[in-house]
């Protein structure tokens, strides 16, 4: 079993940046490849971005590229996401999600079966 936490999210304006982490425990945090996902309100779930469990390989959803950074600290057994030039349209719950399944593509990353989801951290952006 691996246990997710969400930290980080807020109420930021437009343009503004929010970085979130996730912190894992119990199973060795190393031997997951971590993503990270939102969902705004009435929308499906949406895939935001991945990284290998070496974080030698980053995988971003082709619209958020440029103003998302994941990384992760398998020292610390977290997994971060850097948020910059907020939108509005960003505004959404935040949830991190491990999975023991390796993926090399950003649509494998978005698509493949995630084993472990955190509860989420709200993001909301004012306009």
């Known amino acids: 079993q691996v246990q997710l936490v969400e930290s980080g999210g807020g109420l930021v304006q437009a343009g503004g940046s929010l970085s979130l982490s996730c912190a894992a425990s119990?199973?060795?945090?190393?031997?997951?490849?971590m993503g990270w996902f939102r969902q705004a309100p009435g929308k499906e779930r949406e895939f935001v971005a991945a990284?290998?469990?070496?974080?030698?390989?980053?995988y971003n959803a082709g619209s958020l590229k440029g103003r998302f950074t994941i990384s992760r600290d398998n020292a610390k057994n977290t997994v971060y996401l850097e948020m910059n030039s907020l939108k509005p349209e960003d505004t959404a719950l935040y949830y991190c999600a491990a999975t023991v399944r390796r993926f090399f593509t950003t649509a494998q990353a978005a698509r493949i079966k995630y084993d472990y989801w955190g509860q989420g951290t709200q993001v909301t952006v004012s306009s």
């Open positions: 119990g199973r060795t945090f190393s031997s997951f490849s």
């Open positions: 990284i290998s469990w070496s974080a030698n390989s980053t």
